[in-house]
């Protein structure tokens, strides 16, 4: 079975401030992939990331950036100089390479964050 | 290209009336997969499929039913609708078999089940 834990419910932070969303898995396979999904207030589904499990380097996008850790199954994801327009609920999401979890996107409850101005 | 497609875009049933939602790509993906959305419980799989004749069944199945007869379509049945049944349902399909590349999203189709 596999499992992602997003502890944080709701995140309130003003512009410019930098935030980040703490993402927590578990798998039993060495296989996995890693996503961070976006879904602003008009409801679409936005791709952001992949990583697969073999990839430990971080990477920024703009001001995104991820971190991910094999070793406390961490991919946390950072935006820096936050603005209103990153309002949205964030989705991190796993799907593993073999067993029962084969084919089966597991997703986050979510974080919802709300840039105030 | 038109990516995924999903129709209603709303719906209100009673229950125990049966529908179906439909989806559509365009992007010759061979993985397509359908995921309701509720509040606090982020996206739960339903049912997904490898390729055009196999599908299978994700998280959260009871009381929905899929076939993949073309490439193309995947529609979610509905049964016998309950009120439990009422979210937001996505239809999500992935250039590659089994869903390791980035899923694109369809719009979604709100249903109420009364």
């Known amino acids: 079975a596999q499992k992602v834990t997003q502890a944080q419910t709701e995140i309130s932070v003003v512009e410019k401030e930098d935030v980040t969303l703490d993402c927590v898995y578990e798998?039993?396979?060495?296989?996995?992939?890693l996503f961070w999904y976006k879904q602003p207030p008009s409801g679409e589904l936005v791709f952001l990331i992949r990583r697969n499990s073999f990839d430990e380097q971080n990477e920024i996008s703009g001001r995104y950036s991820w971190n991910f850790q094999k070793s406390t199954s961490s991919f946390n994801f950072t935006i820096t100089a936050s603005q209103v327009v990153d309002s949205a609920v964030y989705f991190c999401a796993l799907i593993s390479a073999g067993g029962t979890s084969y084919g089966k996107l597991t997703f986050g409850q979510g974080t919802i964050l709300t840039v105030h101005p | 290209n038109a990516g995924v497609t999903q129709t209603p875009k709303f719906q209100v049933l009673k229950t125990g009336q049966s529908m179906t939602l439909q989806c559509a790509q365009d992007m010759n993906h061979e993985y397509m997969s359908w995921y309701r959305q509720d509040p606090g419980m982020g996206l739960r799989l339903i049912h997904y499929s490898v390729g055009a004749g196999i599908t299978d069944q994700g998280e959260v199945p009871n009381g929905y039913n899929v076939s993949r007869s073309t490439t193309e379509d995947f529609p979610l049945r509905l049964l016998s609708a309950a009120p439990s049944q009422t979210s937001v349902y996505f239809c999500?399909?992935?250039?590659?078999?089994?869903?390791?590349?980035?899923?694109?999203f369809g719009p979604g189709t709100r249903l109420t089940v009364l």
């Open positions: 798998t039993r396979d060495t296989t996995y992939y």
């Open positions: 999500a399909s992935s250039p590659d078999r089994v869903g390791y590349n980035e899923q694109f």
